[in-house]
């Protein structure tokens, strides 16, 4: 049974950075991408990012300045990486694993975190 | 990229059947079969549904179908019950991007 664990700070001030880590449990967590997807309060699913199995990631072109999405595989752990926060930042940020080669879903998914950027 | 484009919220009643639409572009929906539709309830994760447009997960009920046709894709979900009440996603892969929908609410009446 895949399950995904994530963690990190809920309330931010603005400039600051997120951070976010997402734990692996069952599966082969190197035959995998890894993903992460936030939903800003009362609204839809925004793709942030992704991983890949060497290390290669693609960034939604207007968050790309400001994200790092990065592996631990001796952990079964990826991570997400936010700077400059702003309020418009806030929203509920999943992790998710990517079922890809020939495919593309997200099959597993972590809980969910909720993070409020305030003053 | 713009975030594919689904009507706001559908209803039926139970029994029925309802059909929600998702419109791309021939950069995404167009282009590949790698559709998916995502379930989420209040307060949860999303849930996949149906992924390569047609195919459906081990243990997601049969009266689910997914269906694409040039840049739009389709999920019906017939002999509607209380429990499909829920917000549905779809999903396009792009080759260097992932596009969602920005949501349907179905109410079952």
């Known amino acids: 049974q895949v399950q995904l664990q994530q963690w990190g700070a809920g309330l931010l001030k603005p400039s600051e950075t997120l951070s976010l880590t997402c734990a692996v449990f069952?599966?082969?967590?190197?035959?995998?991408?890894w993903i992460w997807i936030r939903q800003p309060p009362g609204k839809g699913l925004e793709w942030i990012g992704e991983i890949n199995h060497s290390g290669g990631t693609y960034y939604e072109p207007s968050l790309k300045s400001r994200v790092t999405i990065s592996v631990d595989t001796s952990k079964n752990q990826f991570s997400l990486k936010l700077s400059s926060v702003t309020a418009a930042d806030t929203a509920v940020y999943y992790c998710?694993?990517?079922?890809?080669?020939?495919?593309?879903?997200?099959?597993?998914w972590g809980q969910g975190t909720l993070v409020t950027v305030s003053s | 990229q713009s975030a594919l484009t689904q009507p706001r919220s559908v209803s039926g009643s139970p029994g029925q059947s309802v059909t929600i639409s998702c419109t791309g572009s021939?950069?995404?929906?167009?282009?590949?079969?790698?559709v998916s539709w995502y379930q989420q309830h209040p307060g949860k994760a999303p849930k996949l549904i149906i992924y390569d447009v047609t195919k459906r997960p081990s243990g997601v009920p049969d009266h689910f179908s997914g269906s694409k046709s040039g840049n739009t894709a389709s999920l019906t979900i017939s002999g509607l019950q209380a429990e499909d009440e829920a917000d549905y996603y779809c999903c396009s892969y792009a080759g260097t991007y992932v596009v969602f929908g920005g949501g349907t609410k179905l109410t079952v009446l």
């Open positions: 021939s950069s995404d929906v167009g282009s590949y079969k790698f």
């Open positions: 069952g599966g082969s967590f190197s035959d995998y991408y």
């Open positions: 998710a694993r990517v079922t890809g080669s020939g495919t593309y879903y997200f099959d597993h």
